[in-house]
């Protein structure tokens, strides 16, 4: 493809944004710490583009300051005005900037993912004087194109011979031809005017329709805060603070996003809001669907995810004493289960709805394993209710604050530590004290962490991480399977209890009270403590410090020693702990491969450089009893430092 030129319209007031636009102009807004510019910027580098242009007015020195800063500084020009130019006297006030070549021109408000390969192709090899990306979108509906996709008319009225057009929306976003700068007068003017010129006079004006893409205009306070949490739903997070932010000790429900230097007092509650750069909140705040900003609150009506399930009105009229129709209803989590939550309440209680397939075989044993873990005091969400008929069950709401969600906000090592502290106790009580009485419940006793197990888990690494999202096929296959087999047979000989399988940051919820309570727990097992320990201490989701991971591993062995009626050889658990780090990092690759590739969630890639790390020191700790195994992942450590 040719080289282009781009051009950003970011000149506006934003005045459907204000009172938020009287302190930052639109395109600098935020979103996970990037101003939506640089959002735009970076997808129009996909393209050819040798300059970007940006016309500048309303707080234009905050946008030049930003320009000067940005990662394509050397690439930028400005265009100020001086008064409010509108979309096509801005163009033609680049004229010089933009008559050397084709040029792509995008508004600074929106987020889209069209393939603008494809509308700088079209144009290129179309003959148009201009290309529009259009879509179908009723609410902006007002383009009047003919089945070949070429304009015949802009408006509200119907155009003579309109049976034989359809009704389309502009996304914001065009290529042009340097002829089209012919049709646009001095001064102030509108691009549409321009084009229906370039109509009259005989020049054709295409259309590419992405009708079902991904786009947003973030052109009003809902639609802004509706792309932040679409990011962060993205990015399979529930909350975001940026490095600056100050967070201390503050209860989460939904989403919520700290941006750059603000601050939330001790005690707040935040529930689906965004706090904008430099906002301070004071100690004990309550917002819920709101914009802050350093002085108002913009309360927000947002249109929440609704249930799409037939929840069992018997379970719930029970517990709400009403209809579900009267209750507010929300689909909660992140992760990489098919199994949904559903947060249902009324203006009393709540409580959250989990949701299985017609075919999960994980179920009953949720179920069981609820009952058998309450009643030895294991601080699990206390089940309410069951429908197995439904496979729904009903438990206490713990909120949205997550162990990891909790480790994101600016904390004291002392604070990280003694919430660690009390999670090790919940660890060790669950290896002892639960243990002892595992017999109570069949479907738990008789499910080992064995021999089988362990090799599925090297096998799942080996075909979902290394050949299925690596793309790689070992050199050794043989030796490699030789040792995958000696390493699951000596973890197999470990001493087994309780174990939870996926004990780690997501699965530990911090309530009111910062008591850690635990979820996820369907796929315990009796299996080595030190898996368990490895999940947790070694957590790809977040890096402990080594010193403290140390103490930590100490304070376990001595709580876990306390409570066991026989012996306990340290030296053996820390053998044990060694192998069960190996097994559990190759497990977690191999889910981030699966549910990256198969299952398409790509945020679980961000996870993949702090497992390989885990991965690399382990597998050189033993090069010598697993040295195929330490080639392979010396080889594996270059190219994923590139994922």
């Known amino acids: 493809m040719e080289t282009i030129r781009a051009f950003i319209l970011a000149a506006g007031y934003g005045e459907r944004l204000r009172p938020i636009t009287d302190h930052i102009p639109k395109p600098l807004l935020p979103i996970l710490g990037r101003p939506v510019i640089e959002m735009v910027l970076e997808r129009l580098s996909s393209l050819p583009v040798d300059a970007f242009g940006i016309n500048i007015h309303h707080k234009s020195e905050m946008l030049t300051q930003w320009a000067v800063s940005s990662p394509y500084a050397e690439g930028i020009e400005l265009f100020h005005e001086k008064t409010i130019l509108g979309t096509g006297g801005a163009l033609s006030n680049a004229r010089g900037f933009l008559s050397k070549s084709a040029f792509i021109v995008h508004n600074a408000d929106i987020l889209s993912d069209i393939s603008l390969e494809r509308l700088a192709e079209e144009h290129l090899t179309s003959g148009n004087v201009a290309t529009l990306a259009v879509h179908n979108y009723e609410k902006f509906n007002n383009l009047w194109i003919d089945n070949a996709g070429i304009l015949r008319n802009v408006g509200k009225p119907e155009p003579v011979g309109s049976s034989r057009l359809c009704k389309i929306a502009f996304t914001g976003i065009a290529v042009y031809s340097p002829e089209f700068l012919g049709f646009l007068p001095e001064g102030n003017s509108s691009v549409v005017d321009a084009w229906l010129k370039a109509m009259a006079s005989g020049r054709k004006i295409g259309t590419v329709d992405f009708s079902g893409c991904s786009w947003s205009d973030i052109g009003t306070p809902a639609s802004y805060a509706s792309a932040v949490f679409e990011a962060l739903q993205k990015d399979g997070e529930t909350l975001y603070v940026h490095p600056s932010a100050d967070c201390v000790n503050i209860q989460v429900e939904g989403h919520a996003v700290l941006e750059q230097a603000s601050a939330a007092g001790s005690g707040t509650y935040l529930k689906n809001c965004v706090i904008l750069p430099h906002t301070h909140l004071p100690a004990a705040s309550r917002l819920e669907d709101a914009i802050a900003g350093p002085d108002y609150v913009k309360r927000i009506e947002f249109t929440h995810q609704c249930a799409h399930v037939h929840f069992s009105e018997n379970m719930l009229h029970r517990f709400f004493q009403k209809p579900s129709k009267e209750l507010k ?27 299985c397939s017609a075919d999960d075989p994980d179920y009953e044993r949720h179920i069981a394993y609820a009952e058998f873990f309450s009643r030895h005091s294991l601080p699990v969400p206390e089940m309410f209710d069951a429908d197995r008929e439904r496979k729904q069950a009903l ?80 050199a050794d296959r043989q030796r490699l399977e030789e040792e995958f087999h000696r390493l699951a047979a000596t973890v197999d000989s470990f001493p087994k209890a309780v174990v939870h399988r996926d004990f780690q940051s997501q699965n530990l919820m911090i309530t009111k009270q910062g008591i850690p309570r635990v979820i996820d727990y369907q796929g315990a097992r009796m299996g080595p403590p030190a898996y368990d320990l490895a999940s947790v201490l070694w957590d790809p989701y977040y890096r402990l410090d080594e010193h403290m991971r140390e103490r930590l591993v100490c304070y376990y062995m001595e709580n876990y020693r306390g409570s066991l009626s026989s012996d306990f050889d340290e030296d053996k658990f820390k053998h044990s702990l060694i192998l069960c780090r190996l097994q559990r990092h190759m497990q977690a690759l191999g889910a981030y491969g699966f549910l990256a590739k198969v299952k398409g969630k790509k945020y679980f890639l961000k996870h993949i450089p702090q497992a390989m790390e885990y991965l690399a020191g382990e597998a050189e700790s033993v090069r010598d009893d697993f040295p195929a195994l330490r080639e392979l992942v010396a080889n594996l450590n270059v190219i994923t430092c590139h994922v």
């Open 329 to 355: 209803s929300e689909l909660i989590g992140t992760g990489g289960s098919d199994r949904k939550y559903y947060r249902l309440a009324d203006q009393k209680k709540s409580a959250v709805l989990m949701a």
């Open 395 to 474: 438990f206490e709401d713990l909120g949205d604050l997550s162990l990891y969600a909790w480790l994101k906000c600016r904390r004291e090592p002392e604070m990280v530590e003694s919430i660690f502290l009390k999670v090790l106790d919940i660890l060790a009580k669950l290896h002892s004290g639960v243990s002892s009485y595992s017999a109570e419940c069949q479907l738990l006793a008789s499910r080992i962490f064995d021999y089988e197990h362990l090799r599925w888990e090297t096998s799942y690494f080996a075909e979902r991480f290394v050949s299925g999202l690596l793309g790689i096929q070992p």
